[in-house]
């Protein structure tokens, strides 16, 4: 899940103590405190909580004259509460040696250790570091390297650009002395009270800055033919017939699709440019119809042929604008359609500005939306029940979709009765069935519970029957399920120390650094309850099986790390014996159709937008070879996913 947090620095004396208000989207939920309990060493405690998830971190270190770490422990628990613990330390021979819960080892080369999870804080005595090394650059420990960059001076604040720790430059703002005065990005920030009023101007700098970094990468990574694009001899696949006609042709001039047929067809006109396909896998370009977009989430889906996503809760002008940057090209992305959240009060809330307690508010939130062309709205967790109807029926009125959590204190069938089209993971529809068991489901209890559930849920004839029924009354309310199967196999059959399962074929490929903080993200399995876990994924695999059999219509989701998670969503829909050619008509026709862009996506037709992508394999005989993009086509662009992959500091494939 995408996190909005906000941490607000409130100097309370001198240097030595410091409490750090953490705040997740405007709301109040925890501390960063740090201290100097004896000269030369910093210690941190940091904690807050998300509707019950969170990261508690207790951390001390100690650093040389370079600003390097000669020690570092620490110990709590991370975002899903799986508990911790990491110790660094370097000798007077110079050895150093480290142990977290995803590595061990030892070293005598010199670096910089950067802890598994360490707290907020240690990204200025990064910053910090590189400005003392030689040419600003500094090998990091266990692997990799970090460089710094100066960017725009604004008052006595000077931003500072870190790269090799993520995909793309981390920002960081020091003061004249040369300290952390703000670490901000899209979603957690570090500001000394002081500079508090300076966050507007330092925000639009950063963002400056990462936007000039994205359109440099466009530059470099877009094709665009000169004249016609020609794709020849192509496996094509159509979503309509489920068939594949071997031995095709497309022709492409600007962002259209003018011609398809056999190659003996299609005539080259005399400006078009060939792409070969030599017996590829030609289809329409995937959907993935549940992302949070930041950062380089556009680019991670061209990477993996997703040429159209659903956004499904944001903030919102920022949004709006990335969405124009996709559309004319200055940042790597997929067509985007938009679902506005709308929230209600209370402690729990989910992060949005948008939150409504009476039903003209309520209202005026669809209007907002509306009026800026969103597609739909979505409800979330702590949503008045008695508001759904007046959202969905102002919703209907001005011509968008409802879709959702079911929020709390409700169930699945009520909302769908009280007017909500859709209805976000798969979850929601077992607790359905416990509506008296699990009444509040905005914590973590909505994943947590749900293995113990499904077991009882499976040995209870009369619960099977129950769902049957329920299954009918989906269908004939032409209701829709976004599943996120990939978000719940995430947490029920990953492992805290371990990549999630969607990332496991390419996260060896990663960025050192990178890889390493993709090493987490499970719940922890309770003690005793092993065999009730690994029994959770393999039985809503078969409650899909039976949506969709029963005719409810699937969208397929990612809602976790954009393009290879889409991926792993449509391999676990045809684990779970959904015919592949159904699956992926469901990655391609069905979004078009439910979301109302038919005309212009879903099948590879002339008259249509030229959205596709050339397959190195066949996803009909192993959903698997899905992963394997040789091309993405978007409008007529042609993008090269292995090249993109490069530049995002992947090693080759």
């Not at 480290?98 to 360490?118: D, M, V």
């Not at 556009?298 to 969405?323: C, Q, Y």
């Not at 992926?584 to 038919?598: C, D, F, N, S, Y």
């Amino acid at each position: 899940m995408k996190r909005w947090l906000i941490v607000l620095m409130l100097v309370a004396g001198a240097v030595q103590a410091r409490v750090d208000q953490v705040q997740i989207h405007g709301n109040a939920a925890g501390t960063q405190t740090l201290t100097q309990p004896q000269p030369g060493v910093t210690a941190a405690d940091y904690r807050f909580n998300d509707r019950g998830r969170g990261d508690v971190i207790q951390a001390r270190w100690r650093l040389d004259a370079r600003g390097l770490p000669v020690s570092y422990e620490a110990q709590g628990n991370d975002y899903w509460k799986v508990e911790f613990s990491e110790r660094f330390a370097r000798d007077a021979q110079g050895l150093a040696h480290w142990k977290n819960r995803i590595e061990s080892g030892q070293t005598r080369a010199a670096g910089f250790y950067l802890p598994a999870n360490p707290p907020p804080e240690f990204m200025g005595v990064l910053a910090r570091a590189l400005l003392k090394a030689p040419g600003r650059r500094l090998k990091l420990l266990p692997a990799g390297e970090a460089w710094l960059e100066q960017g725009e001076t604004l008052g006595r604040l000077t931003l500072h650009r870190i790269s090799g720790i993520e995909f793309t430059p981390v920002s960081v703002w020091l003061d004249g002395q040369g300290e952390t005065a703000g670490v901000i990005d899209d979603w957690f920030e570090v500001l000394q009270a002081s500079d508090l009023p300076e966050l507007g101007r330092l925000q639009a700098a950063q963002q400056a800055a990462d936007q000039a970094w994205h359109a440099r990468l466009a530059q470099q990574h877009t094709h665009r033919p000169k004249g016609a694009l020609l794709i020849r001899n192509a496996r094509l696949f159509d979503p309509v017939s489920l068939s594949v006609r071997p031995g095709s042709s497309v022709l492409i001039r600007g962002e259209r699709i003018v011609r398809v047929g056999p190659d003996a067809d299609v005539e080259a006109p005399a400006d078009a440019e060939l792409l070969d396909a030599a017996g590829r896998f030609l289809m329409p370009g995937l959907w993935d119809v549940h992302q949070h977009f930041s950062n380089v989430d556009g680019v991670f889906d061209l990477i993996a042929g997703v040429t159209s996503a659903r956004d499904m809760a944001n903030d919102n002008e920022p949004m709006l604008a990335r969405v124009k940057r996709f559309d004319v090209g200055t940042e790597l992305g997929p067509r985007v359609l938009l679902a506005g959240i709308i929230e209600g009060i209370g402690p729990l809330a989910g992060p949005t500005d948008v939150k409504v307690d009476t039903p003209d508010k309520a209202r005026a939130a669809v209007d907002w939306y509306a009026d800026r062309g969103y597609a739909q709205v979505k409800i979330y967790s702590s949503f008045s029940p008695a508001l759904v109807a007046t959202v969905a029926d102002r919703a209907h009125e001005r011509g968008l979709r409802v879709s959702g959590h079911v929020p709390a204190f409700t169930y699945a069938r009520a909302f769908v009765e009280a007017g909500a089209d859709e209805i976000q993971h798969l979850n929601f529809i077992l607790l359905n069935f416990f509506a008296n068991e699990v009444k509040d489901t905005r914590t973590r209890d909505r994943y947590t519970v749900l293995a113990e559930k499904l077991a009882q849920f499976d040995s209870d004839d009369g619960r099977k029957a129950e769902f049957s029924e329920f299954v009918t009354f989906l269908r004939q309310h032409q209701t829709v399920l976004d599943p996120t199967m990939v978000v719940l196999e995430g947490l029920f059959s990953g492992e805290p120390a371990r990549a999630a399962p969607a990332l496991r074929p390419v996260v060896q490929r990663f960025p050192t650094v990178v890889m390493r903080r993709q090493l987490s993200g499970a719940v922890a399995v309770p003690a005793g309850k092993e065999a009730v876990y690994a029994q959770a994924l393999p039985g809503l695999l078969r409650m899909l099986k039976r949506l969709h059999d029963g005719g409810v219509t699937i969208m397929p989701g990612s809602d976790g790390f954009s393009g290879y998670s889409l991926h792993r969503e449509l391999e676990l829909y045809a684990q779970a014996g959904i015919a592949k050619a159904e699956v992926l008509r469901i990655a391609t026709l069905t979004p078009a159709r439910v979301l109302g862009v038919e005309k212009d996506r879903g099948t590879i037709t002339a008259g249509k937008l030229a959205d596709m992508i050339l397959v190195d394999g066949d996803p009909l005989a192993d959903m698997s070879d899905i992963r394997r993009v040789h091309r993405t086509i978007k409008g007529g662009r042609v993008y090269d996913p292995a090249a993109l992959e490069q530049a995002m500091g992947m090693s080759p494939r």
